[in-house]
């Protein structure tokens, strides 16, 4: 708790400047400072064997004269000569001339450091660390150097990283190194970790690489393991503060369509999820749950089966979906999948009638309706049930938070409940793969299930990657697959669906397929966002029914549209999309027992992320593996659509590339809380010291859920 300007060598000055570059107040802040890389502090250049752009290097030589060079207007910078015995280069600096000048050394032999560019013949080094030969033997050396993080202003006012090095080895000094444990005793012994403070001396001063490999295994689970138990802990908490209906009975509704009416054997994983929302459902608290499966792994038949389980509890449930398109064929899929079962399901949308609306309404509030579908209609104000006991949503990322509690109310207080609100349970379905890895340290306070296994008989989506100058041969091969009688979809991206721009991309090439598939021998229909929902829903049915060969559309038909004869998907300018969106539009296509194919269009001109992308399309169809490079390209904050800077806020971890630390932790932190979840035991009581400690200090993962 010292604060930092107590340290020997850091004073007042510097003090204030570790505050306000890296937040450094105090000892133990700077202690919980770690490198962010290391390099081989064992091999030393000769000038001559210089390249561009090596990473940083190190070169002992001495300097030989060191003069101000003027440049542009008023500008100064200060050069120096530096030599060894293959050649000689410069050393640049641009800003800190006075104290700099007056620390160098003249003709002595010292060992430099930094990064080289060249500029005409000679390489220079701006900035460069010097230390004199006889210090450089005398500090810590180790074949691992660590490099702190660092900023502009501390590199220009001379806190370079040697000196956050030295005061680093100050710090050891000073304290003796006697820091406190900070896990139990028995996950050290189980898990073979070092020791709290070995695994800080070895952070910043490691011995070798075994050591460092040691040390950030102990600290990168330590930073890990605590966030989980924050979360679960969250978790519980919610669990045990907001009630829910408990759904006791799996009644007749739920058997005699499972006995009696199931179209298909349910696969394992269906089958899975189905018990866990059940065993869920069936506790006094309010699921909140997130049901990931790719697309086609068949999230329809579990919402209603989880439908069919409220209902048998004398509960109604809605299923709100993102667009009018999505909702209606949801209503017709399960109205077909419980036509057999004698419940009143309804459909309410943007553009349903008046005299339909009351009706709705109506048996809404008396109960007679069982099961409503529908789009953000449904989060009117008009909108009431009786006793809403299951709220789904399908597609989540398309809804805001706001949007999802909104639903937490739509019930009416039930008497039996003395006027408490008891909101539904949620069940939120998403196909956009949310990487393990992501979910985990995001939505630990959801529970998670997840559906990974493709119902059986389907044909892998075959895809390729074509340029725009081959377009003639994609076009034959459309011709081919319409002749034995196969559906296409071209889409053109309309990110947003107000850009002029865009929409004439479209229709330019609406007009342009027009011309090379002309009418009488084909038929297109086309689709976008600026159209009116009936003509929507019109072109939507000729594609469905067959009588149009081709769908022209905008992303309108990225989610959840299912119609199984269409087996080939076209995407023009595919490098304008991201992965996920890639992949959402590629599972419109391989629904039905055809082959089906997916093509990406692009033009010559790629960027080496869109290269990527292309090429993670065409390898793989599994919706994680896609999700883990999306997250890869684009950081976690940016792919969850905000800066989720507290994700990215880990010190050392690091969510991609240490999952399998995550993992463990998480396993851990579970079963530790299982049996002992306010941290009581004797043998926890160093977590829960340390627990109390971190939330206190900070509490970032409370925007989360
Ligand atoms: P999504 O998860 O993308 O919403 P759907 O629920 O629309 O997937 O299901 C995709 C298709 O797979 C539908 O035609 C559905 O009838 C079918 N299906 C779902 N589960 C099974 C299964 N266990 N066996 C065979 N077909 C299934
Ligand atoms: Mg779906």
């Known amino acids: 708790e010292t604060p930092i300007e107590y340290l020997k060598g850091v004073g007042p000055n510097r003090g204030t400047l570790l505050r306000k570059e890296l937040g450094i107040h105090k000892y133990g802040h700077l202690l919980n400072f770690f490198p962010n890389r290391y390099i081989d502090r064992t091999r030393y250049y000769k000038i001559n064997e210089l390249q561009n752009n090596i990473a940083e290097v ?18 100064k910078r200060l050069v120096a000569t530096f030599v060894d015995d293959t050649g000689q280069m410069e050393l640049v600096w641009f800003q800190g001339h006075k104290w700099i000048r007056e620390s160098l050394k003249l003709n002595e032999i010292c060992v430099i450091f930094g990064k080289c560019t060249s500029f005409g013949n000679t390489f220079n080094m701006a900035h460069p660390e010097i230390e004199l030969m006889t210090e450089h033997q005398q500090s810590l050396r180790s074949a691992m150097q660590p490099v702190y993080p660092s900023t502009e202003t501390l590199a220009n006012r001379g806190i370079s990283n040697r000196v956050i090095n030295k005061m680093m080895q100050q710090l050891f000094v000073e304290t003796q190194a006697k820091f406190s444990e900070t896990l139990p005793d028995y996950l050290i012994a189980e898990l073979k970790l070092i020791p709290k403070n070995a695994a800080l001396f070895n952070i910043h001063f490691p011995k070798s690489a075994e050591a460092l490999a040691k040390a950030q295994f102990r600290l990168k689970f330590e930073e890990l393991f605590y966030i989980q138990l924050q979360l679960i802990t969250k978790n519980l908490i919610r669990k045990h503060k907001i009630k829910g209906h408990p759904f006791t009975k799996v009644g007749d509704y739920f058997n005699n369509f499972y006995q009696n009416h199931l179209p298909f054997e349910l696969t394992n994983a269906q089958k899975r999820v189905i018990k866990e929302i059940r065993i869920d459902m069936g506790s006094n608290a309010q699921m909140n749950r997130l049901l990931q499966g790719d697309v086609g792994s068949g999230k329809t038949i579990v919402a209603l089966m989880s439908m069919l389980i409220a209902l048998d509890n004398g509960f109604q449930s809605c299923l709100m979906a993102p667009t009018e398109i999505l909702a209606n064929q949801h209503f017709n899929g399960l109205s077909e999948l419980a036509k057999e079962l004698n419940i009143n399901i309804k459909i309410l949308t943007g553009s349903t009638k008046t005299a339909a609306r009351k009706i709705i309404h109506e048996e809404l509030e008396n109960g007679s309706l069982h099961i409503l579908i529908g789009t953000h209609a449904l989060l009117e104000d008009k909108v009431k049930f009786q006793n809403l006991g299951l709220a789904v949503i399908d597609e989540q990322h398309r809804f805001g938070v706001e949007q999802r509690s909104k639903l937490w109310k739509k019930s ?5 409940d003395e006027g408490e609100h008891i ?21 630990g306070d959801l529970d998670i299930s997840v559906i990974d296994e493709l119902p059986p008989g389907r044909k892998p989506i075959q895809t390729v990657h074509r340029f725009d100058s081959n377009r003639l041969k994609v076009w034959k091969f459309i011709r081919d697959e319409i002749a034995i009688g196969r559906q296409i979809y071209i889409v053109y991206p309309l990110i947003e669906e107000s850009k002029t721009m865009d929409l004439k991309d479209l229709m330019d090439g609406y007009e342009s397929i027009s011309r090379d598939f002309p009418l009488p021998q084909y038929a297109i229909s086309i689709l976008h966002g600026k159209m009116k929902p009936a003509d929507k829903d019109a072109e939507m049915k000729r594609f469905a029914e067959g009588k149009t060969n081709i769908m022209v559309a905008t992303t309108v038909i990225e989610v959840g549209v299912n119609i199984p004869n269409a087996s080939v998907m076209i995407i023009e300018s595919a490098e304008r999309f991201g992965l996920s969106q890639l992949h959402q539009l590629r599972g419109r296509v391989g629904r039905g027992a055809d082959q089906s194919y997916c093509i990406l269009m692009t033009s010559h001109k790629l960027s080496a992320d869109s290269k990527t992308r292309m090429e993670t399309m065409v390898k793989t169809t599994d919706g994680f593996e896609i999700a883990e490079v999306d997250l890869k390209l684009r950081g976690p904050g940016d792919l969850m659509g905000t800066q989720q800077s507290g994700v990215l806020n880990l010190q050392i971890a690091d969510i991609v590339r240490d999952r399998d630390i995550l993992q463990l932790a998480r396993n851990y932190a579970l079963k530790i809380l299982k049996d002992d979840a306010p941290m009581q035991k ?4 160093v977590l829960r010291a340390t627990y109390i400690e971190l939330t206190k200090k900070k509490n970032i993962w409370n925007y989360i859920s």
């Open 682 to 685: 004797p043998e926890n009581a």
């Open 412 to 416: 009416n207080p039930n008497p039996s």
């Open 58 to 75: 190190q070169i002992i030589g001495k300097i030989i004269n060191v003069k101000t060079v003027e440049f542009g207007k008023n500008q």
């Open 423 to 443: 909101p539904p349970h949620v069940l939120v379905m998403t196909a956009t793969p949310i990487p393990r890895t992501l979910a985990m340290s995001l939505y």
